[in-house]
T-cell receptor
Framework: GAGVSQSPRYKVAKRGQDVALRCDPI?????LFWYQQALGQGPEFLTY????????KSGLPSDRFFAERPEGSVSTLKIQRTQQEDSAVYLC???????????FGPGTRLLVL | AQKITQTQPGMFVQEKEAVTLDCTYD???????LFWYKQPSSGEMIFLIY??????QNATEGRYSLNFQKARKSANLVISASQLGDSAMYFC????????????FGSGTRLQVQP
């Protein structure tokens, strides 16, 4: 497909479990972003990659959150020892050079019980 | 730091009528871009329209137009001829041309189009 894809679309985790969320950006897009969207709020920035380099991770809420993009294409957001406050929709977006329009995937809805 | 304010948590509009969704922003930078996204209940953020801070003309994309008033720091979205499929959350966002490369979003406006 031509758009950003994310998997899984839904994830239920028990508190304390580790989860991995995948993002497949639009082919050729250099920049990749992760956002967290709590219920009823706008998305908030987590981290940003340009190719394989993680240039900004200032939005990651704790050291339990880790993201990678080893080959400059697919990215994985990993959350270790999940907690209930991690429940949210995790959105991935990609763009050509930074500063261009960001196109979003459908998101992964994470529920931590 | 930049900030986006959307003061209308919810809006109703009759089908085929026009509606304006408000957005104000706060930044000390001179170079930035303003975006509107639509988020239906399915959850995906759909890009609608973009306005650069140096663009002199208001952006238009089909039934969407952006009423950009730089001095007032407002970037309102106008949807003409509303359709039932326009019912969704709408988010205004700002992207600075320097510094952090990520979008800063407002809290959104839920639009409901009534038949």
């Amino acid at each position: 497909g031509a758009g950003v894809s994310q998997s899984p679309r839904y994830k239920v985790a028990k508190r304390g479990q580790d989860v991995a969320l995948r993002c497949d950006p639009i082919s050729g897009h250099v920049s990749l972003f992760w956002y967290q969207q709590a219920l009823g709020q706008g998305p908030e920035f987590l981290t940003y990659f340009q190719n394989e380099a993680q240039l900004d991770k200032s939005g990651l809420p704790s050291d339990r959150f880790f993201a990678e993009r080893p080959e400059g294409s697919v990215s994985t957001l990993k959350i270790q020892r999940t907690q209930q406050e991690d429940s949210a929709v995790y959105l991935c977006a990609s763009s050509l050079p930074p500063g261009e329009t960001q196109y979003f995937g459908p998101g992964t809805r994470l529920l931590v019980l | 730091a930049q900030k986006i304010t959307q003061t209308q948590p919810g809006m109703f509009v009759q089908e085929k009528e026009a509606v304006t969704l408000d957005c104000t922003y706060d930044t000390s930078d001179q170079s930035y871009g303003l975006f509107w996204y639509k988020q239906p209940s399915s959850g995906e953020m759909i890009f609608l329209i973009y306005q650069g801070s140096y663009d002199e003309q208001n952006a238009t994309e089909g039934r969407y137009s952006l009423n950009f008033q730089k001095a007032r720091k407002s970037a309102n979205l106008v949807i003409s001829a509303s359709q039932l499929g326009d019912s969704a959350m709408y988010f205004c966002a700002i992207l600075m041309d320097t510094g952090r490369r990520a979008l800063t979003f407002g809290s959104g406006t839920r639009l409901q189009v009534q038949p």
